[in-house]
Structures are given as structure tokens and as C-alpha cells.
């Protein structure tokens, strides 16, 4: 090596090392205020800050934050209000379309990006929102079921799983179902009769064995009465995220 190569070997050494002490010095000095910063303001138990909570909410609202919003596979339906629904439910939910159980392609997309922080946030965040302006519902559905859905709704008892206004499950990992939308009531429950497609269904024993009772006519029958009653579920824009 000649003595300019040398000197240029060992200058580009000292740029690369005091490049990477100027990078290294804030960085350190930084870390323990950003670390302090959520500690001190933490509550008992730390919620999800709002801008990250934003941020991982922020696509969601794409679809399930527009009114009458339609998805198209496998047939058109409107997408299913999650606002007010069981924060339990919506994380079974999410991990099922995460393990591949409900084989819905575009939310399997969407659950597979989220963590179990994410999920665990973002069902507690859908659990909420709009609970000022929900509708209070009574003990017993706002109608009654003409007598042919009152004899399905016997044969399979929902209401001992989904509670007696079907608002009220006996589980939280349960669903609200009252006053969902009911072309997603019909599209879900056919899902549960569906367990040979890679792309359509949900395997689920329990609401497995409860749909495959019944034809696509009677489903479609219970959907419509069931989607017809009162709701604790709402689609909420994202407009009421921000409250200024
Ligand atoms: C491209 C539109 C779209 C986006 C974006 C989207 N979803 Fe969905 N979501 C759907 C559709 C369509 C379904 C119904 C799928 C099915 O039939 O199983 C659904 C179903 C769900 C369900 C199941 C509801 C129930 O009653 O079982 C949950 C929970 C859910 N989405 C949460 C989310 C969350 C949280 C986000 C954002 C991280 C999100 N979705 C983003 C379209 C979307
Ligand atoms: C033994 C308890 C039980 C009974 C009885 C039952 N369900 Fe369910 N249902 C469940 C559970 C658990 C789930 C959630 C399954 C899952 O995670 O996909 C569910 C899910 C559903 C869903 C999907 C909701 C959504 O948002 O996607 C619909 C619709 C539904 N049930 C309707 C009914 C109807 C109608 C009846 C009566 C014909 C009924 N269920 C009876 C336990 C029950």
C-alpha cells in the first residue's frame, strides 16, 4: 500500500468511528427519558397509548368503520359491526382467522399482522367504543320470532348460549349476535356448515354442530330475525376516534 492509500484507509477508520460515537451518544442519553417517559405516566394498569392504538386501528376502519361497507367473497355481504361486541370474542375471533380456523382470506391477512398485544389493545378498544351512544336493550328480544324461526330458535337453543336478548352470552368468548347485520349473519352461520374450501369457512364445534341442523333456507330465516332486533353492536366511523 502506498502512503495516500494509508492515509485515506486510516481516515475513512476515524470518520467511521466518530460517525458511529455521534450516532451512539444521543442514542444512549435518549433511552432512558423515552423509557421513563411511560413509566411515569402509567396507571395502575398501562393502556395502549393512543397514537399506537390509532395506528393499529387505523386500517380497520377502512371497512368495518363505514356504514353499510360491503365485502364481496365469497358473496356480497355488509362487513359485521365489531364496535360494542365482547372484547373476548373479537380476540377469539381474530385468532382464529390468525390459526387459519376461520378461513376468511382477506382477515386472515389482517389477524396474521397483528400480536397478541395488538389484539389484546384492539379488542378492548372495539369492546368500548360507542358505548355512549349504545341502545340499552330489555331482557327478551324487541320481537317475537314468527313461529317458524320460534321453532328453530327451539331446535338449537340460541338463546342458552347467546343469553336471552342474544346480547347477553353466557361467555364472553361468546358473541353478541342481536341486530347484527343479517346478510354477515347468514354468510357466518353457512361458514360453520363449510369445512372443506381453503378459502370459506369456519371450523368451529360448536356453532359446526348447531348450523349443519339446519338448510341455507332456515339459516337465512334465522338470520333475518335475528338481525332484525335491537343491537348493542354499531358500525362507529373513525371520525369519533378523535375527540378534540
Ligand atoms: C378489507 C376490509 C376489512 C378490513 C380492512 C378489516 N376487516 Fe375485519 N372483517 C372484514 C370482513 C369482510 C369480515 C367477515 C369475514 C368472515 O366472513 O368471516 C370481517 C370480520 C372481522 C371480525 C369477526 C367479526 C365477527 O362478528 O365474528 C373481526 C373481529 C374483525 N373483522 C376485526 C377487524 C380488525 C380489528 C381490523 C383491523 C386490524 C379489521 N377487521 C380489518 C373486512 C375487513
Ligand atoms: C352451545 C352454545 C351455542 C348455541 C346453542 C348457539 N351458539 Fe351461536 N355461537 C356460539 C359460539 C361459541 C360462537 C363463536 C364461534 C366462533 O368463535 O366462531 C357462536 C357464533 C355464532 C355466530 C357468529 C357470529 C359472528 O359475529 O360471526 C352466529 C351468527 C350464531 N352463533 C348464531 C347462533 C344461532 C342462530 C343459534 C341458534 C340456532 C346459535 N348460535 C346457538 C355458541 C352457541
Known amino acids: 500500500m502506498n502512503k495516500l492509500l494509508i492515509t485515506l484507509f486510516a481516515l475513512s477508520v476515524a470518520c467511521a468511528t466518530s460517525l458511529a460515537q455521534a450516532q ?3 442514542a444512549a442519553s435518549a433511552a432512558p427519558a423515552a423509557a421513563a417517559a411511560p413509566a411515569a405516566a402509567a396507571a395502575p394498569v398501562a393502556p395502549a397509548s393512543p397514537k399506537s392504538l390509532e395506528a393499529k386501528t387505523a386500517m380497520c376502519f377502512g371497512c368495518h ?7 364481496t367473497f365469497p358473496e356480497v355481504y355488509r362487513v359485521p359491526k365489531i364496535a360494542g361486541q365482547n372484547a373476548k ?3 377469539a375471533a381474530l385468532n382464529a382467522y390468525k390459526s387459519g380456523d376461520r378461513k376468511h382470506p382477506t382477515m386472515r391477512g389482517i389477524a396474521a399482522s397483528l400480536s397478541d398485544q395488538d389484539i389484546a389493545d384492539i379488542s378492548n378498544y372495539y369492546e368500548h367504543l ?3 351512544s349504545r341502545d340499552k336493550l330489555g331482557d327478551k328480544p324487541d320481537q317475537e320470532p314468527d313461529t317458524q324461526v ?3 330458535v327451539q331446535k338449537a337453543a340460541c338463546f342458552s348460549c347467546h343469553g336471552s336478548n342474544l346480547s347477553k352470552p353466557i361467555d364472553p368468548s361468546y358473541p353478541k349476535i342481536s341486530g347484527q347485520y343479517p346478510d354477515y349473519l347468514f354468510v357466518a352461520l353457512k ?3 363449510t369445512t372443506d374450501n381453503p378459502d370459506v369457512g369456519r371450523n368451529n364445534g360448536v356453532m359446526g354442530a348447531i348450523a349443519k341442523q339446519f338448510s341455507n333456507p332456515e339459516l337465512k ?5 335475528v338481525g332484525s ?7 362507529v366511523p373513525e371520525s369519533r376516534f378523535h375527540k378534540h
Do not use: M
Not at 368503520?65 to 365485502?71: A, D, F, L, M, P
Not at 330465516?221 to 330475525?225: D, E, I, M, N, P
Open 191 to 193: 361458514a360453520y356448515k
Open 65 to 71: 368503520g363505514i356504514v353499510g361497507y360491503k365485502g
Open 229 to 235: 332486533l335491537d343491537s348493542e353492536l354499531q358500525t
Open 89 to 91: 370474542y373479537i380476540a
Open 150 to 152: 320460534a321453532g328453530l
Open 130 to 132: 360507542g358505548a355512549d
Open 24 to 26: 451512539a451518544a444521543p
Open 221 to 225: 330465516a334465522l338470520a333475518s330475525y
